[in-house]
C-alpha cells in the first residue's frame, strides 16, 4: 500500500491529465464504429457519390428526410475523423460534402466497398461475443460466440437467414480486395489449372473474379449447403454444398482463404491469423 501511494507521487500532474484524456477515447471507443454504420444505413456515402458538386447539409437532410441539426453532428464527427471532408460551394449555402479516400470504401455498390463487413462486424450479432471475452479467458466458456448465442457460428447462421447473408456479403468485400490483389500481383499461379475448388467460397465472389480474369479455368465453389443455396448463378462456377470435414470435391487445386477471428468469433483470437 505505501509503495503504491509512493509510485502515485512520482506521477506528475501533466502526465495524469493525458492519461485522464486519453481514457475517453477507450470509454467511447465504439463510437467511430456506431457513427460509420448509421453513415452506411442511412445511404450517405452513396448520395454523395451520385451527387455531381459536393452536396451541401440541407440537401443531404432534404434527401434523407431528416434533422438538419442532428445530421449535422453525424456529419462533423466523420469529418472531424476525415471520412468526409468539406469543400466550399457558394458564398450563401455554405460548405459542401466530398468523399475522401475512406468514405468511397463505405459505398454500398464500389468494387472495393467494406460497407458490408462493417455492417457484419457492428451487429448485435457480432459484437455480443466481445462481452463474454474475460470468461473465455478464465476458461469460464468454451467459445465467446457460443456463450453468447447458444450455439457456434455455422448453427446460428444456418438457423438465422439474415445473418448468414451479412456473413458472406462481408466475405465477398474481403474476397474483391485479396483475389483482386492476388490477380494482379502473381497471376502465374492459375496457368495449368483447369479446375480450382475454392474452400468455405461464401457467394462465389472469389472465384468469379478468378474465372473473369482466367477464362481457361473452370471454379467449384465449394461451401455448406445453406449458403450455397442462396449463391447466384455465375458462368463458369458451380456451387456444391457440402461439409470440408467430410470431403472436398476434386480439382486441380484448391485453395481455403486465411480465417481470422471473424470466422472463429471468438475474440481471445483477436488477429492471431493476420
Not at 15 to 20: F, N, Q, R
Not at 94 to 121: C, I, Q
Request: hydrophobic share 40%; charged share 20%.
Amino acid at each position: 500500500m505505501e509503495k503504491d501511494i509512493e509510485d502515485e507521487k512520482t506521477i506528475s500532474k501533466e502526465e495524469t491529465a493525458a492519461a485522464e484524456h486519453e481514457i475517453w477515447k477507450h470509454i467511447f471507443g465504439f463510437t467511430p464504429m456506431a457513427v460509420i454504420k448509421c453513415a452506411i444505413e442511412l445511404g450517405i456515402p452513396d448520395i454523395v457519390e451520385t451527387h455531381e458538386t459536393p452536396i451541401t447539409l440541407t440537401e443531404l437532410a432534404s434527401k434523407l428526410g431528416c434533422s438538419t441539426s442532428l445530421l449535422h453532428r453525424i456529419m462533423r464527427f466523420l469529418i472531424q475523423n476525415k471520412i468526409f471532408q468539406e469543400k466550399p460551394v457558394s458564398d450563401t449555402s455554405g460548405p459542401g460534402y466530398t468523399h475522401t479516400p475512406l468514405s468511397r470504401l463505405l459505398t454500398t455498390h464500389g468494387t472495393r466497398s467494406m460497407a458490408d463487413f462493417v455492417l457484419l462486424e457492428s451487429s448485435p450479432v457480432m459484437l455480443a461475443p466481445w462481452h463474454k471475452l474475460s470468461a473465455r479467458v478464465l476458461g469460464k466458456e468454451g467459445s465467446a460466440f457460443g456463450a453468447a448465442h447458444g450455439e457456434d457460428v455455422w448453427a446460428f447462421a444456418a438457423a438465422n437467414p439474415g445473418h448468414s447473408k451479412l456473413i458472406n456479403d462481408a466475405m465477398a468485400c474481403d474476397a474483391r480486395v485479396a483475389v483482386g490483389a492476388v490477380i494482379e500481383g502473381c497471376p502465374e499461379v492459375f496457368q495449368g489449372l483447369k479446375t480450382v475448388v475454392d474452400v468455405g467460397g461464401g457467394d462465389g465472389t472469389a472465384l468469379r473474379l478468378i474465372v473473369e480474369a482466367c477464362p481457361w479455368v473452370r471454379g467449384i465453389n465449394f461451401d455448406l449447403p445453406h449458403v450455397v443455396s442462396v449463391a447466384s448463378e455465375c458462368t463458369g462456377v458451380a456451387h456444391v454444398g457440402g461439409d470440408m470435414f467430410d470431403h472436398i470435391p476434386k480439382a486441380d487445386a484448391a485453395y481455403l482463404m486465411p480465417l481470422n477471428n471473424i470466422y472463429t468469433n471468438d475474440p481471445s483470437t483477436i488477429n492471431s491469423c493476420q
